[in-house]
């Protein structure tokens, strides 16, 4: 079973090791993050960070084309030797559900026939950023998650999926938000988007231990402090880390260094 079950491999990849120095506060994941992903629309990236994110956006009929989002996906694990994960943003006015569970099953099909061996320590997975004002009800996100879950449990290695969650205040409930990355019928990686005080305390209230805190340096302060593009190492976490309790999100992708994980977002 892939829940919470983090690998330790000896396989040598181009992950870059680093330090970290803490992150404080009372609520402060512990240890604080030391590694990030960064998100970067597919044709352009950096190489200044420990993860790369593709990022597909809507797809479908909106922004970046499946075999766009495959082609960067398998270029990153195969040429880069980068840790990679692969986000999708499903969102009504792109596509229906039926049309997300088709792409998420052909994205993780390629990736897998097309990074061979190096896919089961370097592909991380499908993100889903699912937020309210994306058009989907809850019912149909829990739909396409348990669609996306059954999907992942069935590739090897690391491999499996994360709930990027989005909420607002007078959307989802506390309820609703948790039952999006575990419902009893499927059990993802929590994701949560940290912008500001209202997300922070729907991540605490959901209890999930391990999660990948995403900040965003365009928030307000001071939840964009600590989160900046371009910098490595990634030498503390974020203000938005440092405000969610429990630990990280810990993956080695085939090395036996201690990443400790988050994303940013631009």
Known sequence: MKRRIWLVLSLATGLAAVNVLGAGGAMAQSPAPNAYFEQWAPGSYGDNTNGLQVEGLGSLGCGASESSIEAQTVYDINTDHQATITELSPQSVCGSIGQYESLASQIASYVEANAGSRAPNLWGGILLDEEPAFGFSISQLETLNTSVNNTML?????????????????????????????????????????????????????????????????????????????????????????????????????????????????
Request: hydrophobic letters at 35%.
């Open 154 to 266: 069935n590739t090897p290695g690391i491999s499996f999926w994360y709930a990027d969650q989005g909420n607002s205040p007078g959307y989802w409930t506390q309820a609703q938000y948790d039952d999006l990355t575990d419902n009893g019928v499927y059990y993802g990686i929590a994701a949560p988007q940290v912008y500001n005080s209202f997300q922070a305390e729907q991540a605490n209230d959901s209890g999930f231990n391990y999660q990948m805190v995403v900040c965003w340096p365009d928030a307000t302060y001071p939840w964009d402090a600590g989160c900046t593009t371009g910098k490595f190492p990634h030498t503390n976490g974020s203000y938005a880390a440092a405000s969610i309790a429990g630990a990280p999100w810990d993956q080695q992708f085939g090395t036996s260094y201690a990443f400790e994980w988050e994303e940013v977002f631009q």
